[in-house]
Structures are given as C-alpha cells and as structure tokens.
C-alpha cells in the first residue's frame, strides 16, 4: 500500500470515527420510545415476548432512568465493534493493505454507524452473539450448545432474531464446527433438537408471547418502573406487546408503496460496496473442497431468504437491510476459517473507482430504521 491513494484510507478512518461520534451525538437528542420501553417489560406478569433486556436490567435496579438506555446500549456497541476489530485482526490482520476491507466493513453506513443510530434498539445483540461465536474455538459438541443458548437468548430478546441473525448463527456453526469434522449421529441429534427446540421458544413468543392483562394496567405497572412517570409519551408503544402477527402483517403490507421507493437508494448503497462483494465471491470461488463452496452459497441464499420474510412481515425496511448486510461481513469471516486453494488478494488499495467508493461510503452517516436516511 504505497500507491497514490494509500494516505486516503488512512484518513478515512479518521474522518469514520468523527462521523461516529456525530451520529452518537445526534442521537442523544433524539426520544428513545422503543428503546427505554424494552427495559421497562419483565416477566412479572409471565412469560411474554421481548421482555428479556427489561428483566436483566429489573435485577439490577428497581427504577429504570432514560439515559440507562444509551449507557447500556453504548456499552454493548463498544464491546461490539472492539470483538469485530479483534476478529477483523485474526480473520484479515490489521496492515495497512487491509485498511480497505475495514473502511466497507466496519465503516460502512450498514454496519457500525447504523448500529448508533439505532442504539437501544435489539439489531446489534444478534451481531455481537455472532461474533462471539466467530471467535471462541468451535472443535467441541459445546460450542453448538453454546450457539443454541446465545440463539435463545436473541429470540427471548426480540422473536425476529429468529430471521435476523440466527440463520447466520447456524452457518457459522456450520462451518466452523460441522464441516471441519466428522460427523457423527450425536452431532446431527443435538444440532437438529437445537433448532427444534429454538423453533419452539419462536412460537411460544410469538403467539403465546403476549400480555395477559388490559393495555391500561400494563401501561400502569410500567410507570411505576420509570424514574420519571410522568413522561408517559415513551409508553406510547407499549401496544406492540399486544399487537398480533396479522396487524404487523396487515401494516407492513399498508406501508409497501411508499418503502419500496426506498429500493434504488438500497441499491445504489449496496453497489457502493462493490469491493466488499467481490472480496466475498473471492473467498467463496477459493474454497478447496466444492461441498463447501456450494454449502456456503446454499447458506447465503437461506439467510436472504429469511430476510425476505421479514420483508413482508415488519417494515423497518433500512434496519433490515443494514443487517442483512452485517450478514453477510459475518459470513465473509466464516468463510475464511474453512480451506482455500489460494490466498486472496486483500482489495486494490491504489485502485482509483475503489479509493472514491471508500470516501462516500465513509462520509455517509448511516441508514436509519424504516426509510433511508
């Protein structure tokens, strides 16, 4: 990396961790509804669905301030991206001839800065779960139990995980731990009762999952958990505990016209990381062993597929998108830990088109939740 455009990357680091900072600030100055409520719910009126942050958090203390809710999602943002650091560094390394893959890795608007823009909210859990799992050794039958618990977790957090991250979580498990062994009875039985019994906690939150008593006692029991209960605007959501699949279904469908006018802007973002998707067919094409190569496209396609339903069933259209992405930079680790035939060309730091496809996607701020930007 000695070429013309090597000082850029360097600078684009420097100009990602400002536009950080920006969209942190930013946020602070925006209500947290959907954030600060989730640590309000418990179980303390049964079992219902994405009440297990609001659980912990009761443990802990009684009273739940607003700015817990960027304290808290703060530090599992900052503990997220120093693991995705330390896994780009044994994945990649850190030199300076990577410093490309990390700018539409790490500083792409998908991943890191939409994670601050959306902070307090769950997208994030699913991605540090994943790369907790990138990251610890994967020869033994617990590290799929292992996987299975973090999965539970993620579904108890919020059901969706379902088809956000656990899909990917089961292809890394996949590569990192069946693929690079021999497969006995034992390990099908406990991967295939792992997944049948998160299929079952999916359902139990889903349809069994909601709050068994009026919408004005439970509003009611909420405030008492609040520093301030007179802020009854962040209650304002408090009726997605009782909202049923239909109704999601029903708006989202309602919503359609005006999200689709969203899918060029998506597009247009997606081509800009360019170098990203070619470094991942890279990779793929490398792989040694034809099985694992078509394992893997398999395993992208049902990942797609998942976030495709998604698609149809809640319309927080950027969000996912963003961590459909996040996704797939997983994926991109997983593959390289199986055998390759070849090593991998890191993306062309002194490539011109490449050096000004970093520049805008560093300086764009992020993507955002239901609409772009």
């Given at each position: ?8 990357w360097r600078l684009m680091l420097a100009v ?5 900072l920006g969209v942190f600030l930013h946020k ?79 500083g792409s608007p998908f991943v890191f800065k ?260």
């Amino acid at each position: 990396m000695t070429g013309a455009y090597s000082r850029h990357w360097r600078l684009m680091l420097a100009v990602n961790a400002a536009v950080m900072l920006g969209v942190f600030l930013h946020k602070l100055t925006l209500p947290p509804y959907i954030p600060y409520i989730h640590l309000l719910v418990d179980y303390h009126f049964g079992f219902i669905k994405r009440a297990l942050i609001g659980a912990i958090v009761g443990l802990f203390t009684a009273k739940v301030p607003v700015w817990l809710v960027f304290a808290l999602a703060g530090s599992v943002w900052l503990m997220t991206f120093a693991l995705f650091v330390q896994l780009f560094r044994r994945t990649f390394g850190i030199e300076r001839g990577q410093l490309p893959l990390l700018i539409f890795t790490a500083g792409s608007p998908f991943v890191f800065k939409n994670f601050l823009f959306t902070l307090g909210h769950f997208d994030i859990y699913g991605c540090l779960g994943a790369i907790i799992l990138l990251l610890v050794p994967a020869g033994s039958l617990a590290y799929v139990l292992f996987a299975a618990l973090i999965s539970a977790a993620l579904v108890l957090i919020h059901h969706i995980h379902l088809l956000m991250y656990v899909p990917t979580i089961a292809a890394i498990v996949v590569l990192r731990h069946y693929l690079t062994r021999a497969i006995t009875r034992r390990d099908l039985a406990v991967g295939a009762g792992a997944l049948a019994g998160l299929g079952v906690l999916f359902l139990a939150a889903q349809f069994a999952g909601t709050m068994p008593i009026p919408e004005a006692d439970f509003v009611h029991y909420l405030q008492t958990r609040m520093v301030d209960p007179s802020r009854t605007a962040l209650l304002q959501f408090a009726y997605v505990w009782y909202q049923p699949l239909a109704k999601e279904v029903q708006d989202t469908w309602a919503r359609l016209p005006s999200n689709l006018l969203g899918v060029p802007v998506y597009a247009l973002l997606l081509w800009l990381h360019a170098p990203l998707w070619r470094q991942l067919r890279d990779t793929i094409n490398a792989l040694s062993e034809q099985p694992h190569r078509q394992i893997v496209i398999a395993a992208l396609i049902v990942i797609s597929l998942a976030y495709a339903v998604m698609f149809a069933m809640v319309f927080d259209y950027s969000r996912w998108i963003s961590s459909w992405v996040v996704c797939m930079v997983l994926m991109l680790h997983a593959v390289k830990t199986l055998p390759a035939t070849r090593p991998i060309a890191p993306i062309d730091a002194d490539d011109r088109k490449t050096t000004i496809l970093g520049w805008i996607v560093t300086v764009i701020p992020r993507v955002g939740i239901i609409r772009p930007f």
